[in-house]
């Protein structure tokens, strides 16, 4: 059996040094062969040092090949220093082993060959054709830096990605891995096809999202186009900005790709007296209006949106997005008389957007007197909200007259307030009444100038004031059996024409649908002539309620939470000691939305203390009709107490029999009277059927 040559003569080697290691030491005191041995010992050593400092793969192997040297030059001290041979003839048993372990590790021999040889026993292989070798994509030699020609070794490493060439590699500044890459395909006038994350991501060990492929714009100087790719490489900036992320690069991962899309960050501001953080970003003008995932982007903000933090105001393509510490929903906005008080344009603070601006209404417009109209269910605020307009008209200098179907508490006190002031259905028909009748007194009315005009708080000379009617309650009048009809006839009247004579309507009540009493033209014409308050609607109800008030769908707003202060932690903790849930603080009274134009906005009013007493709200005096428009008004004999129970013929002529008993709702009314109750028109429900049946028959 044959052996490869180097294996051979190590072996020779090995058998004819080990009698001369162990005889030299003990027949020749100053043999040259120890100095020999000596040297190649030191030589082994420094081998050993060179191999261990080496950054170079195979420093194991380096050291393995040195071993017998300095293997030897042990022996040969360790046999001077022994009596003779040693005992049991040490120098010659060690001698032999040094042989035996080269004979069968053959450190020199073995290590130097990179492949091991094939099997002697196995039969030569037949002669094959070979097949013609692919053309090489290899690196054009065009003098690039060593970190071109590394990134270029592991380009062909990794097998020549998309059949592409290295022009240049460039390291970033601070990170020792992030670099980017210009290719051009390997062959001339071929577009770069099949380039793929992942084979780049491969040839450099990183994640595919760590690699970026962009196209390559042609400059002076540079060819681009389909032939030419960028390739980005970051894996140390990707970790960053997972961990550490900027504003801006928050903004792109978390809000631009989802729930704001398209859009970009452009500041960030801290109000850390209101503690409030606002966002502004934008979309590109072509994009159209920014369209905005409230709940995508109130879970990347890490809050709820039912939670009354976050709140987004849309400018153009212009987005600000606000995050409160706290919902500002559940604060309290006490109120005072200068937020109360109209400026010169009419304008006065009715409470607070969510968004912190302070959400206005008025007490007139450039059509004449402002009308009211105020919804909201039981506890939801309205008394509260009506009490802030008539501080704000009297303040104005207005004539106030309040009247509402039931008393209450606050109502009552409100009415100390106002020039005239009552309870019950029939005194709103009376009050209505004198509404209709002053329209037509003071359209008669000379101002200074000697001419009639239509009322202008601005223009100088009016001889009359502004009037405000309050109507709470309003629906549970108008249904009314015997004075509902004529109610609402009147309301649709005033509501119509009282703003051009500066008499505005201001209906409250806890729904403006059509099927529950309201009309159309009224519900129009207050809609028109006011900004609508709206205040803790049911959510099913939101819908239809901002339909009812001409809201575009795109428009209608998501229903107010059930509670806008946060819940507590640590249910899971009173789940496991079997304690009830604290109670749910529904603190959303006076919460609601404002409508001035076509989008309603989220406010909270200003709250009145009505327990610590309202008088200072208004002024000292209160506001009267002119002796005038009373005399007027009294010639009329509509001007009188409204409480009194109905008049002989004030609603029609009265009977000639005395068992035919009068009908308050019936006949004709005299001067600024009403009309008859019964209207086949106003029957929306069953029970008002019923009256109507009852009216007919005389039951």
């Not at 073995?110 to 292989?125: E, I, K």
């Not at 007296?273 to 879970?299: D, F, S």
């Not at 969510?354 to 009211?372: E, F, K, L, M, S």
Request: aromatic content about 8%; some cysteine.
């Amino acid at each position: 059996m044959s052996v490869p040559r180097s294996v051979a003569l190590e072996r020779t080697f090995y058998i004819l040094a080990a009698p001369a290691l162990a005889a030299a030491p003990n027949l020749f005191a100053d043999s040259p062969v120890s100095t020999v041995v000596h040297l190649a010992g030191v030589a082994g050593v420094g081998g050993w040092v060179l191999a261990a400092k080496s950054d170079d793969a195979g420093a194991g192997r380096k050291i393995l090949r040195w071993s017998p040297l300095v293997a030897a030059a042990a022996i040969d001290i360790a046999a001077r220093n022994t009596i003779g041979w040693g005992p049991w003839c040490l120098d010659g048993i060690l001698a032999a082993g040094w042989a035996t372990a080269g004979l069968l590790v053959l450190p020199f021999s073995r290590h130097t060959r990179r492949r091991h040889r094939p099997a002697l026993a196995a039969p030569a292989p037949a002669p094959q054709l070979q097949a013609a070798p692919e053309p090489s994509l290899a690196q054009p030699d065009d003098g690039a830096d060593a970190f071109t020609l590394q990134v270029r070794a592991l380009w062909d490493t990794g097998g020549t990605p998309g059949r592409t060439i290295v022009v240049k590699a460039t390291p970033y500044d601070g990170t020792p891995n992030d670099l980017s890459l210009l290719l051009r395909a390997s062959e001339a006038g071929r577009a770069i096809s099949g380039l793929r994350e992942d084979d780049i991501a491969a040839a450099f060990g990183v994640d595919a999202t760590d690699v970026t492929i962009r196209e390559v714009v042609r400059q002076h100087g540079r060819e681009g186009g389909p032939a030419w790719r960028e390739v980005h490489v970051t894996p140390d900036a990707n970790d960053r900005r997972r961990k550490a992320p900027t504003t801006h690069e928050w903004w792109a991962d978390r809000i631009a790709g989802g729930s704001l899309p398209g859009s970009e960050f452009i500041k960030k501001i801290r109000d850390h007296e209101r503690k409030v953080t606002h966002y502004i970003a934008q979309v590109p003008a072509e994009a159209g209006e920014p369209r905005v995932n409230k709940y995508a982007l109130a879970a990347a903000l890490k809050t709820k949106y039912d939670e009354g933090r976050l709140f987004v105001t849309v400018d153009g393509n212009q987005v600000l997005v606000s995050l409160w510490d706290s919902s500002p929903l559940a604060q309290v906005f006490p109120a005072t008389r200068e937020l109360l008080t109209p400026d010169k344009n009419g304008r006065w603070v009715t409470g607070f957007l969510g968004n912190g601006q302070p959400a206005r209404n008025r007490v007139y417009t450039d059509r004449g007197a402002a009308h009211g109209l105020f919804v909201a269910p039981s506890g939801g605020g309205k008394t509260q909200l009506m009490g802030l307009h008539v501080a704000a008209d009297a303040l104005f200098g207005a004539v106030v007259m309040l009247t509402t179907e039931a008393p209450d508490e606050k109502t009552a006190a409100l009415g100390k307030h106002a020039a005239r002031y009552g309870v019950g259905a029939l005194y709103m028909l009376r009050l209505l009444r004198v509404l209709v009748a002053l329209m037509e007194i003071r359209g008669e009315m000379p101002w200074q100038d000697g001419q009639v005009h239509e009322w202008d708080p601005i223009r100088p000379g009016c001889p009359y004031r502004m009037l405000s009617a309050y109507l709470d309650e309003f629906l549970s009048a108008a249904r009314n059996g015997d004075y509902g009809a004529e109610i609402m006839d009147l309301a649709e009247l005033v509501s119509v024409k009282g703003r051009k004579y500066a008499v505005g309507l201001k209906v409250a009540g806890q729904s403006i649908y059509v099927q529950d009493g309201f009309t159309q033209l009224l519900c129009e014409n207050l809609r028109e002539n006011c900004i609508p308050v709206v205040l803790k609607v049911a959510p099913k109800k939101v819908g239809e309620m901002f339909k009812a008030l001409g809201i575009p769908s795109e428009h209608i707003p998501d229903p107010l939470p059930r509670s806008f202060s946060p819940a507590e932690q640590g249910r899971i903790e009173r789940v496991m000691r079997g304690e009830p849930e604290p109670p749910s603080d529904s603190n959303t009274g006076g919460a609601g939305w404002i409508v001035e134009g076509t989008q309603p906005d989220v406010l909270r009013t200003l709250f009145m203390d009505f327990k610590a007493g309202i008088d200072g709200y208004f002024p000292d005096m209160v506001a009267t009709l002119t002796d005038y428009e009373i005399r007027e008004l009294e010639a009329r004999d509509l001007w009188f107490d409204w409480t009194e129970p109905p008049r002989p013929g004030e609603f029609g002529p009265e009977p000639d029999g005395e068992d035919d008993a009068p009908k308050k709702s019936g006949g004709k009314r005299r001067s600024g009277g009403g009309k008859p109750t019964a209207r086949r028109d106003t029957v929306t429900s069953p029970r008002q059927a019923l009256e109507a049946i009852k009216n007919l028959s005389g039951v």
